[in-house]
């Protein structure tokens, strides 16, 4: 049984922006309807999108290139979302990532960076299952 079954999780976002940022080897996955409405919530033309913020993995799979220091591009010093109305999915499921719910191990590591893991009140199972379910949607 996976641990978010096992266990009842907290968590409440503190704006901290930690979510929004990873290595050098780190992207945001991003559909091709993700890309468009980012790109039109911007007012940006296909090309210069494209040019300016996508990158593909070894498989061909489009992502939000990070910038030089980890951060998403679209993470402003504010640590707010830039693109928060229209966000790629994976930014709107987290932390509910099958790779961060299923093992405590995965949760406990991910609390470190994130600090509004842990606190904050309960999660209903059926929000993090709702979370787990637009993830697999992809």
């Known amino acids: ?3 978010y079954q096992r266990t009842p999780l907290r968590f409440h976002c503190t704006g901290c922006g930690a979510c929004c940022t990873g290595g050098v080897d780190h992207y945001v996955a991003v559909t091709a309807g993700e ?24 498989d061909g799979t489009p992502g939000i290139r990070l910038n030089a220091d980890g951060r ?23 932390p ?12 406990e590591r991910e609390a470190k960076r994130c600090e509004g893991m842990n606190h904050g009140p ?8 709702r979370g787990l379910a637009r993830d697999r949607r992809k």
């Open 122 to 129: 309960v999660v209903p199972l059926a929000v993090i299952e």
């Open 35 to 58: 890309q468009n409405a980012i790109r039109a919530f911007l007012g940006l033309t296909v090309a210069w999108f494209r040019r300016r913020y996508l990158e593909h993995d070894a």
């Open 1 to 3: 049984m996976p641990y």
């Open 96 to 107: 509910w990532w099958p790779e961060l719910v299923e093992h405590r191990r995965d949760w």
């Open 72 to 94: 998403c591009p679209f993470l402003g010093a504010d640590n707010r979302c830039h693109v928060y109305p229209v966000r790629p999915r994976q930014c709107r499921t987290y």
